[in-house]
């Protein structure tokens, strides 16, 4: 799940958590018309969240018993469907769902499976947004290998975004254990954090944006000897190790 929040919201949600305890009140609102995601007699088989315009805001797919529904987040908690304008309906009884991006050009794709007699479909996402993004390749080493359960925050001026590595995302579905970042207009990423399933905590930042970066958990803690401190070739080496980049 990606949200954008502000400094001021987080500082204020600890806050609050921390000082209201178990006593707190868990209050839920249904807010699916106001939305404007609400669907009439139609059964949803599956869902998958991904921001396929990196406007840096999540936009929600759904599978039906026919034709799907595409719906672009515009921010406010508002939600416009673009089904027909995006051409990603698949009249039928469709089944599963996934966003990934299938040929690395930064923008995600979209796959959708069907029940008997209706075709799967794999849809090239070819918009033409002007807005950047970042991508991410995880590595886990004391973490499990596909790095599955690392929460990931990017920050820009805009705001922060959040991803989490899952390895499941609605029926019989999984979203591309590669994460990309819709970033909008921001021109530069000014911190990345990975919080590792195994508690390891690594920041970056100042990164370039339209790119993947490679990151390996670090299996163990390094120690620079004091002739290595002192060379700035080797630290340059161990960098280039740990942190690649490729378009």
Not at 20 to 45: K, N, W
Request: aromatic content about 6%.
């Amino acid at each position: 799940m990606r949200s954008i929040i502000g400094p001021t919201v987080v500082a204020a949600v600890t806050t609050v958590l921390a000082t209201a305890g178990a006593s707190a009140q868990i209050v839920f609102t249904d807010v699916t018309a106001d939305a404007g995601i609400a669907l009439e007699d139609s059964l949803t088989e599956s869902v998958a969240w991904g921001d396929y315009d990196n406007d840096g805001d999540d936009d929600l797919y759904l599978t039906v018993n026919g034709p799907n529904h595409l719906f672009r987040n515009d921010g406010g908690g508002r939600f416009s469907d673009v089904t027909d304008e995006a051409r990603v309906g698949n009249g039928g009884f469709s089944v599963g769902t996934a966003f990934g991006d299938l040929d690395n050009h930064g923008d995600l794709d979209l796959v959708v499976t069907a029940d008997a007699g209706v075709p799967n479909r794999l849809w090239r996402n070819d918009s033409v947004t002007g807005h950047r993004w970042l991508g991410l390749r995880l590595h886990g080493t004391r973490s499990n290998r596909s790095a599955i359960g690392a929460r990931v925050i990017v920050t820009t001026a805009d705001g922060s975004h959040i991803q989490e590595v899952s390895d499941g995302a609605g029926r019989g579905s999984q979203n591309s254990l590669l994460l990309v970042f819709g970033l909008g207009t921001a021109a530069v990423v000014e911190e990345l954090t990975v919080r590792w399933p195994s508690g390891h905590v690594r920041t970056l930042r100042n990164l370039p944006v339209d790119r993947y970066i490679a990151l390996t958990e670090r299996s163990t803690s390094r120690r620079r000897s004091p002739a290595r401190r002192g060379s700035f070739l080797e630290n340059a080496k161990l960098r280039r190790s740990e942190v690649s980049s490729d378009q």
